[in-house]
């Protein structure tokens, strides 16, 4: 399927999407007016850009390339970045509800989002130098440069601590050699945020641009899941990076980690959108579809389905809104970050899976969003922290014990 057919497919199934947001609890009226004006824009953009296209995206593994320019022209790369930098200078509820509103789409818009804003853009905002900051931010929050982030290894996942990839200082560059896997976004980034080690085994971060000697990009092919969010390698073989590109304002792990509490927390809004899209098609569904002479709606054991998916979304939402309060006010802990992660990409897996079932033969189709929800979700769950890890996380902040290793 190629770009063009795309776009002509975008024309032909537009205004097919009748989603409705659930409010159980007029979470809304925790919002102001401009938190909402975001959020319907970000839904309008959805509803016109993602929604009629989506699901070919997925079949035939396609990635919509106009998507890069418009995530920047609503300013969905880093809202929450300085506007003296080209970003939206909004806060983090902004950037939540944002993020919300491209996963209730889909996961892999939403990754591209996450990765360009919180795991390009903000480490160069914040470890980098001022003219590393006017260089890149600019051209990235409009989406004519895209990034990539690169700290998992073939084999160094969830313990990025032992990554192999390194550079050694050269005099007048930096030599870096080694292989990133897993990487969301890298077959067409411009450049790539790279977690490297220097000769005395400390990680540094380090802007690696596309066409420097030795640095290649190959896709990953035959995934299942974010079939619409393009994946891939980062290779480096004797690659020559000028001094420059080094941030110079940080050094250790602490670095990549920093910047995965901001995309945790992103995440952790996007899957409370794919949640309700589940909930919003299951119910409409359950209304339509009529089995034993009445709406299968009016079946306890359908009901007992809807009713649990609207009270986790409806606590998810909730644990969202104060995580951003905390966000704001610059309160916010990574335990904090990683039990919001963990409890509602897992809630919103459960809902797809529910939501699947009540739709029966027709939930496994693409003419309904729920499978394509639960398989990108599968991805989210392993992905900036696997739901087993950052129960470790909050089992050491709880115990003061370390179970990792
Ligand atoms: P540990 O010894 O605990 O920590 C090393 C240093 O880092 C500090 N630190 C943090 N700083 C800021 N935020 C956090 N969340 C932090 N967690 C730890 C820590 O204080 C220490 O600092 P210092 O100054 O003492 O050196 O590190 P560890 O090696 O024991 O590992 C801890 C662990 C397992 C929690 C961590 O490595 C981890 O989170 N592992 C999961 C890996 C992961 O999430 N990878 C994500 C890759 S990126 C990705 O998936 C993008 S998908 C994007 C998309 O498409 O949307
Ligand atoms: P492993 O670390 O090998 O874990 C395998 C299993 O063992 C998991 O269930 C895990 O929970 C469990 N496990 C591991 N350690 C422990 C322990 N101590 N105790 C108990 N159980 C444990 N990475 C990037 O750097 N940049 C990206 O842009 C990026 N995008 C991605 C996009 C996709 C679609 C996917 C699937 C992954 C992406 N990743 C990216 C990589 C992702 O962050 C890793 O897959 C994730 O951190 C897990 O690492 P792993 O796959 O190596 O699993």
Known sequence: MTQDELLQLKEKQAGRDQYQQPDFYLVDELLTDEHKLIRDTVRDWVKKEISPIIDDCCQHAVFPDYIKR???????YAPQLPAEYGCGGLDYISYGLAMQELERGDSGVRSTASVQGSLVMYPIYKFG????RRKYLPKLATGEMMGCFGLTEPNQGSDPSGMTTNFV???????????????????????????????????HGLIVERGMEGFTTPETHKKWSLRASATGELVFDNVKVPKENLFPNV?????????????RYGISWGAVGAAMDCYDTALRYS?????????????????????????????AQLLCWRLGTLMNEGRAT????????????????????????????????????????????????????THDIHLLILGLEITGENAFS
């Open 129 to 132: 130098s001022e003219e590393q």
């Open 70 to 76: 418009g995530l920047g022209e609503i300013g969905c």
């Open 251 to 263: 050094k250790g792990l602490k670095g990549p980690l920093t910047c995965l509490n901001s995309a």
């Open 287 to 315: 209304k339509e579809r009529h089995q034993f002479g009445k709406p299968i709606a009016g079946f306890q054991l359908q009901q007992k389905k809807l009713s649990e998916m609207l009270t986790e979304i409806t606590k």
């Open 334 to 385: 990574p335990a904090q970050i990683s039990m919001a992660k963990r409890n509602n990409v897992d809630m919103a897996l459960t809902i797809a899976r529910n939501a699947r079932q009540m739709l029966g033969g027709m939930g496994i189709t693409g003419d309904y969003p729920i499978m394509r929800h639960m398989m990108n979700l599968e991805s989210v769950v392993t992905y900036e922290g």
């Open 169 to 203: 200082d050269k005099g007048d560059h930096l030599l870096l050699n080694g292989a990133k896997m897993w990487i969301s976004n890298s077959p067409f980034a411009d450049i790539a945020v790279v977690w490297a080690k220097n000769e005395e085994g400390i990680v």
